[in-house]
C-alpha cells in the first residue's frame, strides 16, 4: 500500500513538472525529447517486453514524419487528419515488415529489420515527394479541429504533452494486459508459451506493429513541431539513438526510455557546439552507464525511490495458461 502511495506521488509530481516544463524550459526541446521519449517507450515495448531487437525503428519514426508533413503541406489536412495518415502508414510498414522479420530470430532479426530500414532509406533519399537530402521543410502546424492554433508555441507543447500521455497510456494497457503477460512469457521462454498453446508469431506480430505505430506517432509530432520532415530520422543512426536511449535510461522499465531520451536529447542540444565530439561522448556516457547502472538508471534507483529494495523486486514469471482462459481474454491455439 505505501509502494503504491509513493508511485503515485512520484507520477504525479512527474506529471506537474511536465505542465511547467515550457513556463521553465524553452518549449521546442521540451517538446523535441517528448517525442523521442514516445519513441524510445515504443521501442522499449518491442525490445524490454517482447525480447526482440529491432535495428530499423527509425523507418517507422521517419515514414510517419514524411507522411504527415506531406500531408499538411501539400495535401493540406488539418492536423487531425495528416497525423492520423502518417500512423496509418507507420502500422503498415510494420505489419509488412514484421510478418518477414519474426520468421528469424536474434542477430537475423536485427539484420533483417536494419535491412528493411535500410532500404526505406534510399526511398526516401531518392523519392521526389520527399526533397532527398533537404526533406520538407515549412510544415504548416494548422488548427487542431479548427478551434486551437498549433501556431502558437505553448498551445503545441500541450497538444504534444497529451499525445506522449496517450501513448503513455497505451503502452501501460498493453504491458499490464492479459496479452501484454504472455507477451512477457515468450519473452522468457518461448518454447514453453508455445507448448502451452499461444501462437507466439502472431503475438510478437501485434506487438510489433503497435511499436511501429507509436513510433509513426512520435514522428508525426516531430515533424508538426520541427515543421520540417528530415532525411535523418529515417537515417540508420536514429535506429541506434533509440537503442541508447532505452538502454541507458532502463531496459523493460516503464519510466526508463523516457530518461534516457530526455538524457540524450539534453546532450545533444547543450553539446552541439562541440561537433563531432557529441558522439564520442555519447559513446563515453554510454559505456559508464552500463558498467555501472547495469539494469539502466532508472533500473538501477527506482526501487529505492519507491521505498523498496532492488533485490526484492522479484522477476516476471510467464503466466499460468488457466489464468488467460478463466478471464475468456487468451485461448490457446488448439482452443481456436
Not at 256 to 284: C, D, H, K, N, R
Request: glycine content about 12%; proline content about 5%.
Amino acid at each position: 500500500m505505501q509502494q503504491t502511495v509513493v508511485t503515485r506521488v512520484w507520477a504525479a509530481g512527474l506529471l506537474a513538472l511536465a505542465i511547467l516544463a515550457p513556463f521553465f524550459l524553452y518549449p521546442v526541446f521540451v517538446m523535441n525529447a517528448l517525442c523521442m521519449a514516445l519513441f524510445a517507450c515504443a521501442f522499449n515495448l518491442l525490445l524490454g517486453y517482447v525480447g526482440l531487437l529491432s535495428f530499423g525503428h527509425a523507418a517507422y519514426l521517419g515514414t510517419a514524419a514524411y507522411v504527415t508533413a506531406h500531408a499538411a503541406k501539400v495535401w493540406g489536412l488539418p492536423p487531425e487528419a495528416a497525423i492520423p495518415a502518417g500512423v496509418a502508414v507507420a502500422a503498415g510498414l510494420g505489419l509488412v515488415f514484421g510478418w518477414l522479420a519474426i520468421r528469424r530470430q536474434g542477430i537475423y532479426f536485427a539484420m533483417i529489420t536494419l535491412a528493411f530500414a535500410q532500404m526505406v532509406y534510399f526511398i526516401a533519399l531518392q523519392a521526389p515527394f520527399t526533397g532527398g537530402e533537404n526533406g520538407i521543410q515549412g510544415v504548416p502546424r494548422g488548427r487542431l479541429f479548427g478551434l486551437l492554433d498549433l501556431g502558437d508555441g505553448l498551445t503545441m507543447y500541450y497538444f504534444v504533452l497529451a499525445m506522449f500521455l496517450v501513448g503513455f497510456a497505451i503502452i501501460m494497457r498493453t504491458i499490464n494486459s492479459p496479452f501484454g503477460q504472455v507477451l512477457k512469457a515468450i519473452r522468457e521462454n518461448e518454447p514453453r508459451a508455445v507448448s502451452l498453446g499461444y501462437r507466439a508469431d502472431r503475438y510478437k506480430l501485434l506487438a510489433f506493429v503497435l511499436s511501429a505505430a507509436l513510433s509513426g506517432l512520435a514522428g508525426s509530432l516531430k515533424a508538426l513541431v520541427f515543421q520540417f520532415a528530415a532525411i535523418s530520422d529515417v537515417y540508420w543512426t536514429a535506429s541506434g539513438e533509440v537503442v541508447l536511449m532505452t538502454l541507458v535510461g532502463g531496459l523493460g522499465t516503464v519510466l526508463g526510455p523516457v530518461v534516457g531520451a530526455f538524457i540524450l536529447v539534453t546532450m545533444q542540444t547543450y553539446l552541439s557546439q562541440t561537433g563531432s565530439w557529441v558522439t564520442i561522448i555519447e559513446g563515453i556516457i554510454f559505456v559508464v552507464c552500463v558498467l555501472t547502472f547495469r539494469r539502466g538508471i532508472v533500473g538501477v534507483l527506482a526501487p529505492y525511490l519507491t521505498g523498496r529494495r532492488a533485490s526484492a523486486e522479484p522477476l516476471p514469471e510467464p503466466p499460468p495458461a488457466v489464468e488467460g482462459h478463466a478471464q475468456g481474454l487468451i485461448e490457446p491455439a488448439e482452443l481456436r
